[in-house]
């Protein structure tokens, strides 16, 4: 029991002296990962340090739970690599601060930890983290579909756009007159293959719009619909609809013989806009 009370005492005291210590030894580690890569490119890793005088023991790099890359400056070679699959380090190019990895695979998407350590006396060790995905760059454009072609104020226009398959998923983003549409007129449908997939197999987006239609949807009798798939700064892609005000026809002449020909169909109020135009465009690599 006794042994126990000084056992507590003792991890106590390492944790405090540790604490302070780690103020004045070892300071600022920071990792720099990229957030997105694509399939075969060339990636840097780097983690930064303040020795603040005190000697460096080793740099460790892992993959999740793997070491996969470390420096030691006081031994011979100075690096060690560790193999793990998908990652492959490119020595020559790697340093106390750098890791390079060649022609990565999505296989090596994941969560990276670097940890640094000095010497004695202090033996002090910090580590921080980053997630990078890599990514195939998705094949096509998002598709947008409307209920309908034609409609009129008070409506409501119901549309769903769907994405190319991605891992990870798209973000799908809804303009109006180049305008972000709200959250409140936006809902998710799941994709229906993705339950019988693989954690990390390529999925579909579907997100769909109801949007009420009133005096303001239209500017100059125009709206200019678009959808937005995105995938980091990787790949934006979009599809856009735009309606037009349709010109009442005139009403044929009465045999009352009324040539009111500026008078249509229907009345200020019930304006019937139609799709004139879609279009999609397609930005990689932006
Ligand atoms: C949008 O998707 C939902 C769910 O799959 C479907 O019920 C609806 O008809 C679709 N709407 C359009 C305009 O395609
Ligand atoms: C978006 O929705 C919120 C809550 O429903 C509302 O307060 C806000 O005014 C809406 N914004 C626009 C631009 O319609
Ligand atoms: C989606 O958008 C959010 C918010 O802007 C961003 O944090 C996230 O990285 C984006 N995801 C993808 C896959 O582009």
Not at 154 to 172: E, F, I, Q, W
Request: with cysteine.
């Amino acid at each position: 029991m006794a042994l126990e009370v000084h056992n507590r005492k003792c991890i106590l005291l390492f944790f405090l002296l540790r604490t302070i210590s780690d103020t004045i030894g070892l300071k600022d580690v920071a990792v720099t990962i990229p957030q997105a890569a694509t399939v075969g490119d060339t990636v840097t890793l780097q983690c930064r340090y303040n020795l603040e005088g005190e000697p460096l023991y080793t740099v460790k790099w892992y993959k999740g739970q793997s070491e996969f890359y470390r420096f030691l400056p006081k031994e011979l070679p100075n690096t060690q690599v560790f193999p793990l699959p998908g990652i492959d380090v490119d020595l020559s190019k790697s340093t106390p601060n750098e890791v390079v990895l060649r022609n990565v695979q999505p296989e090596v998407s994941g969560r990276y930890r670097c940890e640094v350590s000095t010497d004695s006396p202090n033996f002090f060790t910090n580590i921080e983290t980053g997630y990078m995905y890599v990514i195939n760059i998705p094949k096509g454009e998002p598709q947008m579909k409307i209920e309908k072609d034609s409609y009129e104020i008070g409506y409501t226009l119901r549309g769903n756009c769907t994405s190319p398959p991605s891992y990870p998923a798209v973000n799908l983003t809804w303009y109006i007159n180049k305008k972000k549409v709200n959250e409140s007129s936006l809902f998710y449908i799941s994709d229906p293959s993705a339950a019988v997939e693989g954690r990390r197999m390529p999925k579909i987006t579907v997100s769909g719009l109801e949007l009420d239609i009133d005096g303001n949807t239209f500017q100059g009798g125009k709206a200019r619909l678009q959808c937005v798939a995105s995938l980091f700064h990787l790949y934006n892609s979009e599809a856009e609809i735009i309606l037009e005000e349709e010109r009442p026809r005139p009403r044929p002449s009465s045999v009352l013989g009324t040539r009111d020909a500026t008078s249509g169909h229907y009345g200020p109020s019930s304006l019937r806009f139609g799709v004139i135009q879609r279009f999609v465009r397609k930005k990689t690599h932006i």
